[in-house]
């Protein structure tokens, strides 16, 4: 086996953390080798094409994994240049200050974080930069303290989205701008780099508008003499020293090839699925249960949101092109009504005829698929799932991934999508239609009653917790691996609990936390 090369560091992915992490360690000089299994999403008419990005799945992975009964899993999930921030919906949001504390739920608790918000706080200032978030503090009740504005303007809402958030208001909540990552000036139109289409929420930007970490934190470095990129590179296993101390080899399959890179410091970021699936595939004599699970936690306790997609169908059409701007969070903590949190309501990006058409959608009566799109509010609700050791990441004989799923912490969607309802039926009267404008809520997919299915990977974390027991965690609060002297891990499998806002704002700040003290490390 030939050795491939040296680095100081090897960074495993090129996603919302492992992107984050090469852009604030590459003006330190240092020799940094990006791995990453993808290509560049080829940039073409399709990528704003609902039939071959939605229907087709055509930038997905073909891979195929299996669920806990032995089932194929199609995981709509990217391998490629810039992680799944390539296809986000780009709403970057702060986990709330009470996230990192200890929550009660309906369901039970959400364990605490190890660091505190005030010690990432400065961090998510410096995603919110880099990344171009587009927002307004102060708005949305349950924002944490900031020390800075955003650095852009809220996204302004289309009208219909404007009268919904009156209406909102009118009942008593406190509707706000959600923050956002594309590179709009609205002042600015022509010299605008997005043009605020509808396909952006899940599809990639053909003209590179939207910040994911690709246009944001890769290509921005890849002029450093210092930094390298191998696309087509797939890391199969990392290799230890004699002692199981650290990580000595990086082992890579690129274009069918084997080779063998090593570094002072090793970090993956490979998503929270991949990067538990690496270390468990790296199971050696020292490591019998896979790389740094002395403690058994590797792939354990699985989250990936309690989620649900709605359509508000209503006889007026919805003529909005950039939906994804009104969040509300009223009840993303306890209220009068309830003991426990419900959860957080926003939206995806508009949906059309041709992506209902693949999700089995039940239909409003007198609707076709296509008009219901055309008349729809489509929004987007999200709510905590807790950390359950049973679900979990581990692999089958031949090494492919197996992800066993239950469902937890429901009963608090359940009522969210009630408060849902009634907020919608208590709606001003329409002026053409009055009370009857209004058709019901409407589920965007029937595979499992209302909820996204299991295959709805996107917001995966938890896989690798980090925490000050090495007896109940995998890294320690640096999110390094309380066993290896020289392995970390950026992406999201260092979550202990979800929260109920998007994550990859946290994974962003994250990386940037990490980058600085493997800076301090490294000097
Ligand atoms: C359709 C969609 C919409 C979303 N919308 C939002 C949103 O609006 N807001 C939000 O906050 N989040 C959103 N998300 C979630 C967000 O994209 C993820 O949370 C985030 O990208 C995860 O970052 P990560 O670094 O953990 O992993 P990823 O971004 O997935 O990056 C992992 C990288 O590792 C590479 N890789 C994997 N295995 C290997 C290997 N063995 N060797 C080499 N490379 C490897 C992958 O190719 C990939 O590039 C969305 C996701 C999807 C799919
Ligand atoms: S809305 Fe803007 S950032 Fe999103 S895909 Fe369209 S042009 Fe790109």
Same mark, same amino acid.
């Given at each position: 086996?030939?050795?491939?090369?040296?680095?100081?560091?090897?960074?495993?992915? %090129?996603?919302?953390?492992? /992107?984050?992490?090469?852009?604030?360690?590459?003006?330190?000089?240092?020799?940094?080798?990006?791995? &990453? *299994?993808?290509?560049?999403?080829?940039?073409?008419?399709?990528?704003?094409?609902?039939?071959?990005?939605?229907?087709?799945?055509?930038?997905?992975?073909?891979?195929?994994?299996?669920?806990?009964?032995?089932?194929?899993?199609?995981?709509?999930? #990217?391998?490629?240049?810039?992680?799944?921030?390539?296809?986000?919906?780009?709403?970057?949001?702060?986990?709330?200050?009470?996230?990192?504390? &200890?929550?009660?739920?309906?369901?039970?608790?959400?364990? =605490?974080?190890?660091?505190?918000?005030?010690?990432?706080?400065?961090?998510?200032?410096?995603?919110?930069?880099?990344?171009?978030?587009?927002?307004? !503090?102060?708005?949305?009740?349950?924002?944490?303290?900031?020390?800075?504005?955003?650095?852009?303007?809220?996204?302004?809402?289309?009208?219909?989205?404007?009268?919904?958030?009156?209406?909102? =208001?009118?009942? /008593?909540?406190?509707?706000?701008?959600?923050?956002?990552?594309?590179?709009?000036? &609205?002042?600015?139109?022509? =010299?605008?780099?997005?043009?605020?289409?509808?396909?952006?929420?899940?599809?990639?930007?053909?003209?590179?508008?939207?910040?994911?970490?690709?246009?944001?934190?890769?290509?921005?470095?890849?002029?450093?003499?210092?930094?390298?990129?191998?696309?087509?590179?797939?890391?199969?296993?990392?290799?230890?020293?004699?002692?199981?101390?650290?990580?000595?080899?990086?082992? $890579?399959?690129?274009?069918?090839?084997?080779?063998?890179?090593?570094?002072?410091?090793?970090?993956?970021?490979?998503?929270?699925?991949?990067?538990?699936?690496?270390?468990? !595939?790296?199971?050696?004599?020292?490591?019998? #249960?896979?790389?740094?699970?002395?403690?058994?936690?590797?792939? !354990?306790?699985?989250?990936?949101?309690? #989620?649900?997609?709605?359509?508000?169908?209503?006889?007026?059409?919805?003529?909005? $092109?950039?939906?994804?701007?009104?969040?509300?969070?009223?009840?993303?903590?306890?209220?009068?009504?309830?003991?426990?949190?419900?959860?957080?309501?926003?939206?995806?990006?508009?949906?059309?005829?041709?992506?209902?058409?693949?999700? =089995?959608?039940?239909?409003?009566?007198?609707?076709?698929?296509?008009?219901?799109?055309?008349?729809?509010?489509?929004?987007?609700?999200?709510?905590?799932?807790?950390?359950?050791?049973?679900?979990?990441?581990?692999?089958?004989?031949?090494?492919?991934?197996?992800? +066993?799923?239950?469902?937890?912490? &429901?009963?608090?969607?359940?009522?969210?999508?009630?408060?849902?309802?009634?907020?919608?039926?208590?709606?001003?009267?329409?002026?053409?239609?009055?009370?009857?404008?209004?058709?019901?809520?409407?589920? *965007? #997919?029937?595979? $499992? /009653?209302?909820?996204?299915?299991?295959?709805?990977?996107?917001?995966?974390?938890?896989?690798?917790?980090?925490?000050?027991?090495?007896? %109940? +965690? $995998?890294?320690?609060?640096?999110?390094?691996?309380?066993?290896?002297?020289?392995?970390?891990?950026?992406?999201?499998?260092?979550?202990?609990?979800?929260?109920?806002?998007?994550?990859?704002?946290?994974?962003?700040?994250?990386?940037?936390?990490?980058?600085?003290?493997?800076?301090?490390?490294?000097?």
């Amino acid at each position: 086996m030939t050795m491939n090369g040296h680095f100081d560091v090897i960074i495993i992915g %090129t996603g919302a953390g492992g /992107g984050t992490l090469a852009n604030r360690l590459a003006d330190s000089g240092k020799r940094i080798l990006l791995l &990453e *299994r993808g290509d560049y999403v080829p940039r073409e008419k399709d990528n704003w094409d609902p039939r071959p990005v939605n229907l087709e799945g055509k930038y997905q992975t073909k891979e195929v994994w299996r669920d806990r009964d032995g089932k194929p899993l199609h995981p709509h999930t #990217n391998y490629n240049v810039g992680g799944n921030t390539k296809f986000y919906g780009a709403a970057l949001f702060r986990l709330r200050e009470h996230d990192f504390g &200890e929550v009660r739920h309906n369901g039970g608790l959400s364990p =605490a974080w190890p660091i505190s918000y005030d010690e990432l706080e400065p961090y998510y200032t410096q995603s919110e930069r880099l990344y171009h978030v587009h927002g307004e !503090r102060g708005i949305d009740p349950t924002d944490p303290p900031a020390s800075a504005p955003y650095p852009h303007p809220a996204v302004s809402h289309e009208p219909r989205i404007r009268d919904l958030a009156e209406d909102f =208001a009118a009942q /008593g909540l406190r509707p706000f701008p959600v923050p956002l990552g594309i590179l709009l000036d &609205e002042k600015n139109p022509r =010299a605008s780099r997005c043009i605020r289409c509808s396909t952006c929420d899940g599809f990639p930007c053909l003209v590179s508008a939207k910040s994911d970490a690709q246009v944001c934190a890769v290509d921005p470095i890849l002029d450093r003499g210092n930094v390298t990129l191998l696309t087509r590179a797939k890391a199969e296993k990392l290799l230890t020293d004699g002692l199981g101390r650290r990580v000595d080899r990086v082992v $890579v399959e690129r274009d069918g090839a084997r080779e063998e890179y090593s570094a002072d410091v090793v970090v993956s970021s490979c998503g929270a699925i991949n990067s538990a699936a690496l270390l468990l !595939r790296s199971a050696n004599d020292q490591h019998p #249960n896979g790389l740094a699970n002395g403690s058994g936690v590797v792939g !354990r306790h699985y989250m990936g949101h309690v #989620n649900s997609v709605l359509m508000a169908v209503s006889k007026c059409p919805n003529p909005t $092109v950039f939906q994804k701007t009104l969040g509300v969070n009223d009840y993303y903590v306890p209220t009068k009504e309830w003991d426990y949190p419900m959860g957080h309501i926003s939206f995806v990006g508009k949906l059309d005829g041709v992506t209902l058409s693949g999700g =089995a959608p039940a239909i409003a009566p007198g609707f076709t698929l296509e008009l219901m799109a055309k008349h729809s509010l489509d929004f987007w609700l999200t709510s905590e799932d807790l950390p359950d050791p049973e679900n979990r990441v581990s692999l089958d004989a031949q090494g492919n991934i197996v992800l +066993s799923y239950a469902p937890n912490n &429901e009963e608090g969607h359940k009522r969210l999508i009630q408060k849902l309802k009634g907020l919608m039926q208590a709606q001003r009267k329409c002026q053409v239609h009055g009370h009857e404008c209004h058709q019901g809520l409407f589920s *965007r #997919n029937l595979f $499992v /009653g209302q909820r996204i299915p299991l295959a709805g990977v996107a917001h995966q974390c938890g896989t690798l917790r980090f925490g000050h027991d090495p007896r %109940t +965690s $995998v890294l320690d609060t640096n999110c390094k691996a309380h066993e290896l002297d020289n392995l970390y891990v950026v992406d999201a499998s260092f979550f202990p609990s979800s929260g109920a806002v998007n994550p990859a704002l946290t994974i962003m700040a994250n990386a940037l936390r990490v980058g600085d003290h493997l800076l301090e490390r490294m000097r």
